[in-house]
């Protein structure tokens, strides 16, 4: 019986499913959880952030950090205030890379795991660029291949050849623009879903992968395939994981120029667990 539909199915005191994307941005709040240093009061899913958002919004996730912009796109979510995933200015993990000048760039080949960073693109590219692209799905193999640039997003960013290929960091990108942070992704509850309990372990989490961090470097740059300086600053200094009044700012008007280019079908009122 799906959650999302019949919120009066939820029962208080049942144990949530709680789902995230397996990214090295999320480590700092998966780690101390996966690790038992902070206790799970749910069941943790773990899949990539476009699944997350269809996961929550088929009823199969209480709670999951989903891509913004799905928000725009999902009935009746609440927000959890204080969580992000977010960028002031340069992330590095969300990229658009191409052998040609962006204003040669015509076709784009996009990584649909993270519907926000393709959203994101599409506003810059109509809002900012005023360029006029088609965007392909990224179909694996060499996306140069078949297109003039392409959209590359998470670990495998660290990989582009910075000196082979004109690079574009997207946040940098919308920074520049709107000198506001852009959020990537956000923590969402379902309808009828009690949270109380599973939002302040994340917090704790959050608040433990701080402490934590050295470690969790340790472990993250081996799999990223980054050395421990990158890693490092990548997770101090690049992602953000708080929600201020300045990221809520972002957020608002990244939804409503989606909206107004197309990107999304609405642009709702933000509502708050």
Not at 90 to 108: D, M
Request: aromatic share 10%; with cysteine; glycine share 6%.
């Amino acid at each position: 019986m799906p959650r999302s539909n019949l919120a009066d199915a939820f029962q208080p005191g049942q144990k949530l499913t709680f789902g995230c994307h397996d990214f090295l941005n999320s480590k700092p709040i998966l780690y101390p959880l996966l690790q038992g240093v902070i206790p799970a009061p749910f069941d943790m899913v773990l899949d990539s952030p476009a699944r997350l958002a269809d996961r929550l919004k088929e009823g199969e996730l209480d709670l999951a950090f989903i891509p913004a912009v799905e928000y725009a796109r999902i009935n009746r979510l609440r927000i959890v205030p204080g969580f992000s995933i977010a960028a002031t200015g340069e992330v590095k993990t969300v990229l658009l890379y191409s052998r040609k000048n962006l204003e040669e760039i015509k076709t784009v080949a996009v990584d649909q795991r993270s519907r926000t960073s393709v959203s994101l693109l599409k506003v810059l590219m109509h809002g900012f660029y005023k360029q006029k692209v088609s965007f392909n799905i990224s179909a694996g193999g060499d996306p140069l291949a078949v297109a003039d640039a392409a959209l590359v997003i998470g670990d495998e960013a660290f990989k582009i050849h910075r000196k082979k290929f004109h690079v574009y960091d997207l946040s940098e990108e919308w920074f520049k623009f709107t000198g506001k942070p852009f959020v990537f992704s956000i923590l969402c509850a379902a309808p009828g879903v009690e949270a109380d309990v599973a939002v302040e372990a994340l917090r704790r989490a959050r608040g433990a992968g701080r402490i934590l961090l050295d470690d969790i470097v340790a472990s993250g740059a081996e799999l990223a395939g980054i050395s421990q300086a990158q890693c490092h600053d990548y997770l101090r200094n690049r992602i953000q994981y708080d929600l201020t009044p300045a990221h809520v700012e972002g957020l608002k008007l990244f939804l409503e120029l989606a909206f107004q280019y197309g990107v999304t079908p609405a642009n709702p009122p933000l509502v708050f667990y």
